[in-house]
């Protein structure tokens, strides 16, 4: 699963990146860790602006929940069932792009998780990528505001991601800038079941 990410560059280089303006700097903050059950606001693209970057929220609540508690069970999304899940069905065709430069996961030492090593996944070279991810709007029912989050699309691990990601063996699905816009552009899921951007892993 992917509930530990960064996004440790500059404004400048994610739009230069991503093509993209950052539209509030003031929200925009760099970090070596986001910690998803922490419900961080996070740099992310729409399909409805993909020249902007906006910060949302991750664990997306859908538009029918009656409270935020739902979020800590949807910080990721099973590209395989996003049809089918009640939380997830109504955003399929509402992507995003979720920006990072790495996320972590802990590879089980041992078979009941007890001792557990922990690795820092990148691209090579540390480079900038995006996450599969999808969208919601929600009407806070205390305050009126609109909440907007997301989820981080997930599938079953390759590759290395299947000798650290050990017990469950999934992985986020992580674009290549080819397929981004494909992606924003609401092509078939069947196109992203199979990750094939190259990982590198440093223990910590």
């Known amino acids: ?27 925009y903050s760099p970090t070596d860790h986001y910690n998803g059950f922490e419900y961080p606001q996070t740099p992310v693209i729409t399909d409805e602006n993909p020249g902007l970057i906006e910060h949302f929220r991750w664990g997306l609540i859908p538009h029918w929940a009656k409270d935020e508690k739902i979020r800590q069970y949807t910080l990721n ?19 995003c792009l979720v920006i990072a430069d790495g996320f972590y996961e802990w590879r089980w030492l ?3 998780g007890r001792r557990k090593q922990k690795y820092l996944v990148t691209l090579p070279g540390d480079e ?10 929600w009407v806070s029912t205390v305050t ?3 909440v907007r989050t997301y989820s981080i699309v997930t599938t ?7 000798e650290i990601h050990n017990s469950k063996k999934r992985m986020p699905v992580i674009l290549t800038p ?10 078939p899921l069947s196109g992203f079941v199979k990750v094939e951007v190259p990982l590198e892993a440093s223990p910590i």
Not at 178 to 187: G, H, I, V, Y
Request: glycine fraction near 4%; include cysteine.
């Open 77 to 95: 999304a099973k590209i395989e069932t996003l049809h089918k899940k009640p939380s997830f069905r109504n955003s399929v065709s509402k992507r």
């Open 156 to 162: 079953e691990a390759t590759g290395i991601m299947r």
């Open 1 to 27: 699963m992917c509930f530990h990410s960064k996004q440790s560059k500059d404004a400048t280089k994610v739009e230069k990146r991503f093509n993209a303006v950052v539209n509030d700097m003031l929200n």
């Open 110 to 112: 041992d078979s009941k």
């Open 178 to 187: 080819k397929n981004e816009q494909f992606w924003l552009q609401n092509a």
């Open 128 to 137: 900038l990528y995006a996450y599969a991810g999808i969208w919601s709007e």
């Open 144 to 146: 009126g505001e609109i």
